[in-house]
C-alpha cells in the first residue's frame, strides 16, 4: 500500500512540476516571439512558424511527464491487486 501511496504521489508531483515548467517556458516562448514581431512585423511569418514548432516541443516535455506519470500508476505488476482492492472501497 505504501507503494501506491508512493507512486501516487509522484505521478502528481510529476504532472506538477511538468505543468508548471512547460507554462513557464510557453509564456517565455511566446513573449519573445511576441517582442520580435513588434520589432520586425515584416518577419512575423517565419517567427510565427518557428514559434509553433518551439511550442509544440515544449508541450511534448508535458506529454513525457504524463506518460511517465501513468506508467508509475498502472504499469506495475505488484499493483494489480492493490488497484481493485483500493476501487472497491
Known amino acids: 500500500m505504501e507503494f501506491l501511496v508512493g507512486s501516487v504521489w509522484a505521478a502528481g508531483l510529476a504532472i506538477g512540476i511538468a505543468a508548471f515548467g512547460c507554462g513557464i517556458g510557453q509564456g517565455l516562448g511566446l513573449a519573445g ?4 514581431i513588434s520589432r520586425n512585423p515584416e518577419a512575423a511569418g517565419k517567427i510565427q512558424v518557428n514559434m509553433l514548432i518551439g511550442l509544440a516541443m515544449i508541450e511534448s516535455l508535458c506529454i513525457y511527464a504524463l506518460v511517465v506519470s501513468l506508467i508509475l500508476l498502472y504499469a506495475h505488476p505488484a499493483l494489480k491487486g492493490t488497484i481493485a482492492v483500493v476501487a472497491a472501497h
Open 33 to 36: 516571439a511576441m517582442n520580435g
